[in-house]
């Protein structure tokens, strides 16, 4: 049934229908059941160790949350998403929510000293006034735990830590540039002094956490780089399973991005350090050097380019200067240093150049919200059910003129209506290997990251899974997985007889598509760049339209997906959703959907569904994207 002009305080209630359906919500904000603090120091492997686990989307996302400038780059880009400000407490709700994995597992990397300084400015907080240590972190930090990372040989550590502060290169990734503070970087000469202040401010460090676990009663976890290096993805799983997560197993864990930086420079130097040492050994109680901290932890007020890009935007928003100043100054930074990053953004002559471009885009969305509003005026079902609609009609009344339908028994002398069944099709194909895109259930983002859920297995294996009844969206079998290119699936295309009057004489494998799961799959609100035919054969399906003229509702930041969950809208993120016309269409076997290009969509099944789609119209379907939102 279609429901017009579906009112967004229905979509509110749509929550409330899926219950009928035992069909699990969709990825909402989860509740944090567990925190693990990674402790540890620099160049002690913690890039390598959180980016592993952050990889399984099982663990959370551990990083240097309260890091100066990781805290003032979240929340340049909270400002740049929302009209507030993020006070100390505002901050903490962003980092458990953004550290978060769906599972519930929180992760937090920190070096001793930026401990330390959580530590005052937790204990700085009226609530909180009275507590210190273990019990101060755990009013904010549910069940916390601690993952000891440690580094036995310490000499290499403080060669790779003044290697690293010296050229504010802490990371190497194929293809990825580090971020670096402004200045040239110069390669540093052996200086076997600062060395050995270094290894003496990582042993202070790593005597501090130990007083902390020994004060707290605290039993910490133990991983070591070096069992790190030797065995990533053991050690990766080794950790998992201390969280309580057992069923990863170690092929399962991605290959580390990061690659080692130590060359022969760092075993040179190693063999001259030691021998330094040996010649000057440290009498009791006298004093190392002075300790070289990174450049880029030096000042809490150092100015990030996220904040640089939030200026722009408001520069070419037409925001008066004072106030972005005032933005500025509330989030922590010296007044100063914003009055002058604000007037040299704001006498930019290649911003003068962005806003005449920004110009005529402003002027085209407005035509865009102003084609919406008089669609709004259309007495029509806006996704009218239609039979024996000709050709022509078919090309003048919607495809044209960009308007979805049903088209009600188009394919009701397909045999796949009723052949279509799991022994049948393991009969065809069942010792098929497809791509399954598996593991949704453990990434909010898995339509992004498409490409670390593709899982090859049979065809057979996965349709006894599809089978079993439960109701999941954990795994899938989308457009992508290539099903009809392969040859020995051409016979079920056979099963797709009498062809679609719109569509060319005979559909070609790359334009005829399979998708294939069970209750509670779904796909988030998008849009797609082309025009889709789309036929339902077994089960049912419910769509969740957004005309494409309302683009500015949907929050589109990336590519072609919005950041609204259209069944659970979060108006005070995306108070912009409150004007979107929600229309609800629910597809039952037999059912074919014209999808137009650049209509939003959210898409649910019901019950076990099967669906075919296809792009091979008989009319121009090729459209102009650019490939970044």
């Not at 200045?183 to 060395?195: C, M, N, V």
């Amino acid at each position: 049934m279609t429901t017009p002009r579906l009112a967004v305080a229905h979509a509110l209630r749509l929550r409330a229908a899926h219950r009928l359906h035992a069909v699990a919500a969709p990825h909402a904000p989860t509740s944090v059941r567990q925190t693990y603090l990674i402790c540890t120091n620099p160049r002690s492997g913690s890039w390598l160790l959180s980016e592993g686990l952050a990889s399984t989307s099982v663990a959370g996302n551990p990083r240097e949350w309260f890091h100066a400038a990781q805290e003032q780059e979240e929340r340049a880009r909270w400002r740049m998403a929302h009209s507030t400000d993020l006070t100390f407490a505002g901050y903490l709700e962003h980092v458990r929510r953004r550290a978060t994995s769906p599972n519930g597992i929180c992760g937090v990397k920190l070096h001793y000293y930026q401990f330390a300084e959580l530590q005052e400015r937790l204990a700085a907080q009226p609530r909180l006034r009275d507590l210190t240590g273990l019990p101060l972190l755990s009013a904010i930090f549910p069940n916390v735990r601690h993952l000891w990372l440690r580094r036995r040989d310490k000499a290499r550590q403080a060669i790779s830590y003044y290697i690293a502060s010296s050229t504010d290169r802490w990371w190497q990734i194929d293809g990825v540039k580090p971020k670096k503070t402004p200045g040239p970087a110069t390669e540093p000469a052996f200086d076997p002094r600062k060395i050995r202040s270094l290894e003496s401010q990582v042993r202070r460090s790593e005597a501090r956490w130990k007083a902390y676990f020994k004060a707290n009663e605290i039993d910490p976890f133990v991983v070591f780089y070096e069992d790190l290096l030797a065995d990533y993805a053991g050690q990766i799983v080794r950790v998992l399973n201390w969280l309580g997560v057992s069923d990863v197993e170690p092929a399962r864990v991605p290959p580390p991005r990061l690659q080692r930086q130590s060359t022969s420079q760092n075993e040179d130097w190693l063999k001259r350090y030691l021998k330094f040492k040996k010649a000057h050994p440290i009498e009791p109680g006298a004093a190392g050097a002075a300790a070289i901290r990174p450049a880029r932890n030096r000042r809490r007020d150092a100015f990030r380019d996220p904040w640089r890009h939030w200026i722009a935007q408001q520069r070419l928003a037409r925001l008066p200067e004072d106030e972005a100043i005032d933005v500025l100054v509330k989030n922590g930074c010296d007044k100063t240093v914003a009055a002058s990053e604000v007037s040299k953004a704001y006498a930019d002559p290649y911003l003068d150049g962005a806003a005449q471009i920004l110009a005529r885009q402003r002027k085209a969305s407005a035509l865009l919200t102003a084609l919406g509003e008089l669609r709004k005026l259309d007495s029509r079902p806006a996704v009218a059910r239609r039979a024996n609609v000709s050709v022509r009609e078919f090309r003048d009344e919607y495809y044209a003129a960009n308007r979805p339908v049903v088209l009600e028994g188009l394919i009701s002398r397909w045999r796949a209506l009723s052949s279509w069944t799991p022994d049948y099709l393991k009969r065809a194909v069942g010792d098929l290997t497809v791509e399954v895109m598996t593991d949704r259930n453990s990434d909010p983002e898995f339509e992004r990251n498409a490409a670390r859920h593709r899982t090859p297995m049979k065809f057979g294996e996965y349709i006894d899974k599809v089978s079993s009844g439960v109701a999941t969206n954990d795994y899938n079998l989308v457009a992508n997985n290539g099903f009809f290119q392969r040859f020995a699936t051409h016979r079920l295309l056979e099963d797709l007889a009498p062809r679609l009057p719109y569509l060319k004489p005979a559909p070609a494998g790359d334009q005829c598509f399979l998708w294939l799961g069970p209750a509670g799959t779904f796909t988030q609100l998008h849009h797609d760049t082309s025009n889709i035919l789309f036929a339902q054969i077994v089960g049912r399906k419910r769509y969740l339209f957004v005309p494409s003229t309302q683009w500015s509702c949907v929050y589109n930041t990336q590519g072609v997906f919005s950041d609204v969950d259209p069944e659970s809208p979060d108006l005070a993120r995306h108070p912009r959703f409150r004007g979107a016309t929600v229309i609800e269409v629910v597809l039952a076997p037999g059912d074919v959907l014209f999808v137009p290009v650049g209509w939003w969509h959210h898409v649910r099944s019901i019950d076990v569904s099967i669906s075919v789609s296809f792009t091979n119209f008989a009319y121009p379907n090729h459209v102009q994207w650019e490939p970044k939102a």
